[in-house]
């Protein structure tokens, strides 16, 4: 052995991957983090197994299936609104005043960071193997007495979308603009904590007040679409598409009949609709056999709408006269990251299958959206409401 061998040998360490890809992981319901229980989803690292083996700490990821408001320093919800009214002067002060809104602001923030506590009850279930797992992930969790304790973080998170918008009312009802925006606190690595500041006109702050006080879900809409990165471990994964390109031009049809610039949501609609009507499948007929849950993970995983998006471009697309309604090009639209298309209006039936061959090797990303769970508002005690409503009555100015 040379000298160079030998240092390459001392400098080797076994490092975790990334969560194992796919859709199996150990589903958790806790019970130590807020009033109700919460649902999330552990991930083993894809190399668990080396990691075990070579003495190290094995390592986890948390995966939220919302977004939820994050906690003050002293526990409770971090959400407040300031609403302004009026009374009305011809009207004598009593519980028969009339209440005029004039407008108001709040700020809220959500969160999908893991709590101490959090944490804890996490890696109780990790240590003491308390649950069933299913078979192709069992060996990634196996602890042993002497083992290190395990370490526990979020799934990697590498580009984040957020859209927050309000409900839409009741029909006939009318509308006032309203000013929402976020801003980021921390590195998206750790899916940090997003806070919004509201501003808006008297019917908004009228439907938001009155939602706090009934106990009703909030009228706010957050949505945070996230691209997670995901490892296939030692062995890469090698399948073939196949691409039905008629029903999939039609999925993409559907989404704009009157042929309007498609958006990413659009396209990713279409090609998981046309996923979940067998359109677009993996050729089993091979050696390998890939699971039917596995399968449907593989398909609408990032690199396997690029290939597609790829590989039917010209079948499928056309330039669009005018630039999609929103912005957002996420990682997977690939060729059309930098174009506006819709679906082609001249298409000509196939009529057969397109196969297209994809390897997974190292990193997979998946592009998903969380929506924000409000829930925990509606259950306050109502004697409790001050602490995140304020209201300040001009009525003497």
């Known amino acids: 052995m040379t000298n160079h061998d030998r240092s390459a040998a001392m400098t080797t360490v076994t490092v975790p991957a990334g969560p194992i890809l796919g859709p199996d992981a150990l589903d958790l319901t806790l019970t130590s983090v807020a009033a109700a229980p919460l649902a999330l989803r552990v991930y083993p690292d894809a190399a668990n197994t080396a990691l075990r083996a070579a003495g190290e700490p094995t390592h986890y990821y948390a995966q939220f299936s919302a977004l939820t408001l994050a906690r003050r320093a002293d526990g409770h919800c971090d959400f407040s609104m300031t609403a302004i009214t009026r009374r009305d002067a011809k009207t004598p002060t009593s519980s028969a005043s009339i209440i005029e809104y004039i407008g108001g602001t709040g700020t809220f923030t959500t969160t999908t960071a893991l709590p101490d506590t959090a944490r804890e009850e996490i890696t109780q279930h990790l240590t003491q193997n308390k649950v069933a797992l299913p078979p192709s992930i069992r060996e990634l969790f196996t602890h042993r007495p002497g083992d290190p304790a395990p370490t526990l973080t979020t799934v990697p998170v590498i580009r984040s979308t957020i859209d927050v918008h309000l409900a839409p009312t009741t029909p006939g009802r009318s509308t006032e603009p309203v000013s929402l925006q976020h801003t980021t606190t921390g590195s998206i690595e750790t899916q940090a904590h997003n806070t919004y500041q509201l501003t808006c006109g008297p019917l908004t702050t009228e439907r938001i007040v009155t939602s706090l006080r009934d106990g009703t879900s909030l009228p706010i809409l957050v949505t945070d679409t996230v691209t997670e990165q995901f490892h296939t471990g030692a062995t890469p994964l090698s399948i073939n598409l196949l691409i039905d390109l008629d029903r999939v031009h039609d999925a993409l049809l559907s989404r704009s009949p009157s042929g309007e610039a498609l958006t990413a949501c659009d396209i990713s609609a279409a090609l998981k609709n046309s996923a ?122």
């Open 276 to 397: 979940a009507v067998g359109a677009i499948r993996i050729d089993n007929t091979a050696t390998t056999t890939i699971k039917a849950d596995l399968a449907h993970w593989i398909i609408n995983s990032d690199p396997a709408k690029a290939a597609l998006i790829t590989a039917s471009r010209d079948v499928l697309f056309d330039p669009a006269p005018l630039p999609a309604t929103t912005t957002d090009t996420p990682i997977w639209l690939g060729p059309l990251r930098d174009v506006s298309v819709t679906a082609k209006r001249d298409y000509r039936s196939v009529g057969s299958l397109l196969r297209h061959p994809l390897t997974l090797a190292g990193p997979v990303t998946f592009t998903r959206t969380l929506d924000a769970d409000f829930a925990e508002l509606a259950r306050i005690d109502k004697s409790e409401i001050g602490r995140y409503l304020t209201i300040i009555d001009v009525a003497g100015f």
